[in-house]
C-alpha cells in the first residue's frame, strides 16, 4: 500500500517493481504483488530537480507515477472517492474544487480576499500554524518565535544507535522547547490510550524531569511526553518459506515533537488544521496553494 502517490515519482515505482520481481516472480509486474494506491494528482507533485529530470527525459514521458512502465503494463482499476470528510461547508467546499481544478473565478479570488487581513498577529494561545512554501521560511518564523519567550530553553538531543542515516531521521537530532512553546507532534501514539497523533497541535506548560507536559485545545487532560523510538529495519527473504524478514538494524530515540508555529506546505500533506495562516507568495510547484488552503476545515480558520 502506498499512500499520497502523487509524490512518487515513475523510476521510482519502477525500482520497486525490480525490486519486488527479483523476490517474487520476475514474469508480473510487480512480482505479482497487488497493489494499493491512494492520492489526488491534483495535490502535490513529485519532487524532481532539473538535473535528474534530464537524465530521465529520454525514458519516461512524465516523472508522475503514471509514467512508471512497470504500471503501464498491467490492467489497473481506478476507484474514485467522493465524500469529503475535512470540510462540510458547502461554499467554502466549492471554493476549494474551483482552486484544485483551475476553475478560480473573480468570485472565487474574493472570497479569498476576505480572509486577508493585514498586520494579523495571533495570540500564543490560539493554536494558529503558519504554513510556507520553503524551509528557511518556517525555520525562521519558528526560531523568531522561540526567542520571543523568555523562560528557560531545554535542549533534548536524540539517542541514535546503529544505522540511522541522518537524511532518515523522523524528528530533529537536536529538540530546542521552552515552556509556552507550539508544538505537533510527529508521530502516532502507538499506547492504548492513542493520547496524540502525527500532526496535532499543542502548547508546552511544563518541563519536568524530562517529562514535556503539553495542553492540547479540547482535550481534558494534559499530555506528558517522554521519548519515542522509530526503528531503521533491514528486509530478507527467508529461502525455505519465502517469508520477508523484518530485522531492526538501528533506533532513534527523541521526543515526539518539533516547534510548529509554521511548517513547510509539502509537510502539511495529509494534516488537518482548525487555524491556519498561509504565505504561499513564493508558491513553486503544482498543487501548492490548493493543499496549503485545503488543510483548514473552515473558511473561518
Not at 498586520?119 to 526560531?143: C, K, R, V, W
Request: charged letters at 25%; one cysteine or more.
Amino acid at each position: 500500500m502506498i499512500d499520497e502517490i502523487s509524490m512518487v515519482r515513475a523510476d521510482l515505482l519502477d525500482s520497486i517493481d525490480e525490486v519486488l520481481r527479483r523476490f517474487r516472480d520476475y514474469k508480473k509486474p510487480f512480482g505479482g504483488v497487488q497493489l494499493l494506491m491512494i492520492g489526488d494528482l491534483q495535490q502535490l507533485a513529485p519532487v524532481v530537480k532539473d538535473e535528474e529530470w534530464e537524465l530521465l527525459r529520454p525514458y519516461y514521458s512524465s516523472l508522475f507515477f503514471f509514467g512508471s512502465h512497470a504500471l503501464q503494463k498491467t490492467d489497473f482499476t481506478t476507484i474514485e472517492l467522493k465524500h469529503i470528510y475535512r470540510q462540510s461547508d458547502e461554499k467554502f467546499i466549492s471554493l476549494l474544487n474551483k482552486v484544485r481544478e483551475n476553475q478560480t473565478d473573480q468570485q472565487t479570488i474574493d472570497a479569498l480576499n476576505e480572509r486577508y487581513i493585514e498586520g494579523f498577529e495571533p495570540e500564543n494561545d490560539e493554536g494558529y500554524i503558519t504554513l510556507t512554501t520553503h524551509n528557511y521560511q518556517s525555520q525562521a518564523i519558528n526560531e523568531t518565535k522561540l526567542r520571543q519567550i523568555k523562560s528557560q530553553a531545554y535542549h533534548f538531543n536524540a539517542d541514535v544507535q546503529g544505522e540511522f542515516p541522518e537524511y532518515s531521521y523522523p524528528a530533529d537530532f537536536e529538540l530546542i522547547v521552552k515552556e509556552g512553546a507550539q508544538v505537533m507532534f510527529v508521530k502516532n501514539d502507538i499506547s492504548k490510550e492513542k493520547l496524540f497523533y502525527n500532526g496535532k497541535i499543542g502548547k508546552v506548560i511544563s518541563i519536568e524531569d524530562d517529562v514535556i507536559f503539553v495542553e492540547c485545545e479540547g482535550d481534558e487532560s494534559i499530555i506528558p511526553v517522554t521519548p519515542a523510538e522509530w526503528t531503521n529495519n533491514k528486509y530478507s527473504i527467508d529461502e525455505q518459506t519465502k517469508e520477508i524478514t523484518e530485522t531492526p538494524v538501528g533506533s532513534f530515540k527523541q521526543y515526539p515533537l518539533k516547534l510548529a508555529w509554521a511548517i513547510t506546505i509539502h509537510k502539511s500533506q495529509g494534516l488537518t488544521f482548525e487555524r491556519a495562516i498561509i504565505d504561499a507568495n513564493a508558491a513553486f510547484a503544482h498543487g501548492q496553494v490548493y493543499v496549503a488552503l485545503s488543510r483548514c476545515k473552515t473558511m473561518e480558520g
